[in-house]
């Protein structure tokens, strides 16, 4: 079943994933309520106009697509909308839920890989499996991350977690996603669906920002 999504990015570098996930979503890109290559240019208005414009967007969605790009941290935007989309609101009696996340790693287009953030690491007992590098991340991406309460494992020996079901915000690369997007779609709503069975983490900031987050 298609799912009402929006796609969270950095503008200057990952417009193109933005769009490329646009057209891999096929008939279901009719769902989709964020941003295109036709939508007006807010970057002149003030924040609370464009923080209201998109609230208008994520509210009715049931997935928010992050898209991991090497310079994500620099955007003023990403990190309030994954906060956003973690929210529940209320608007004229209706709540709407927490969205299902996914991150999407951008790729290279110079180099045509993932490794400005991924690598491999060899387990003790032979097992390998991928590094990703933190410091690219917001502290709220990595809060939701191998944080199932009762941690799904791909090995029982030296205990790797599951990639895609062992974190609530899975990340995964922009071949795969786009080669099936619906699969990695799906899958982040059924865990919002069942959001209890994670240690969730719906916002990182400092106790004196409490009142602008509820405007």
């Given at each position: ?60 969605t049931s997935v928010t697509i ?150």
């Open positions: 079943m298609a799912r009402k999504t929006f796609i969270s990015y950095k503008y200057s570098e990952a417009r193109h994933t933005r769009d490329r996930i646009i057209t891999a979503l096929g008939a279901d890109a009719r769902y989709y309520q964020g941003e295109t290559s036709d939508s007006p240019d807010l970057t002149d208005r003030k924040t609370e106009t464009i923080k209201n414009h998109l609230k208008d967007m994520i509210f009715d992050v898209v991991i790009s090497p310079n994500m941290k620099q955007s003023n935007w990403i990190n309030w909308e994954i906060e956003y989309s973690l929210k529940e609101t209320t608007r004229d009696d209706r709540t709407s839920r927490s969205n299902g996340i996914v991150g999407v790693i951008q790729k290279d287009y110079y180099f045509g890989g993932y490794e400005w953030i991924l690598s491999s690491v060899m387990k003790p007992d032979g097992c390998r499996s991928r590094n990703i590098d933190d410091s690219k991340l917001y502290d709220i991406i990595i809060k939701n991350r191998t944080n199932l309460k009762h941690p799904v494992y791909s090995c029982q020996t030296c205990k790797t977690v599951d990639s895609l079901n062992g974190s609530y915000i899975s990340l995964v690369t922009e071949d795969d996603f786009v080669s099936n997007p619906n699969k990695y779609i799906e899958n982040a709503y059924e865990k919002s669906r069942n959001i209890n069975d994670f240690d969730i983490t719906k916002t990182i900031r400092p106790q004196s920002d409490w009142r602008s987050w509820l405007v």
